[in-house]
Nanobody, 126 residues
């Protein structure tokens, strides 16, 4: 069993930056693929970024590519999402997710993941 806890959300002005953290307990994340999703009010949860077990493979949604960076520190059992050049449309609750069984493709669907955190709010003002 894996427990995930997100932190680092807050209120920032457009153009600013935030770094989200996802701390895991119960199991090491060393052999888990990790992802970040977000959900704005009235919208479906959407994929933001993913990182493979080794950290060498990273991938992003078109809406954040070039602005966000996902990374992992397996020694700390933590995954990060560095968010730069934030826009008001980035406002959402951001969720961390984990999967320990390979699928052979990029994990971009909500149902691809086994474990979820409770989310952290990111608000970007204009």
């Amino acid at each position: 069993q894996v427990q995930l806890v997100e932190s680092g959300g807050g209120l920032v002005q457009a153009g600013g930056s935030l770094r989200l953290s996802c701390a895991a307990s119960g199991r090491t994340l060393n052999n888990y693929a990790m992802g970040w999703f977000r959900q704005a009010p009235g919208k479906e949860r959407e994929f933001v970024a993913g990182v493979g077990w080794s950290g060498g493979l990273t991938y992003y949604s078109d809406s954040v590519k070039g602005r966000f960076t996902i990374s992992r520190d397996n020694a700390k059992n933590t995954v990060y999402l560095q968010m730069n050049s934030l826009k008001p449309e980035d406002t959402a609750v951001y969720y961390c997710a984990a999967r320990g069984v390979p699928l052979g493709r990029l994990l971009v669907r909500e149902n691809d993941y086994e474990y979820w955190g409770q989310g952290t709010q990111v608000t970007v003002s204009s």
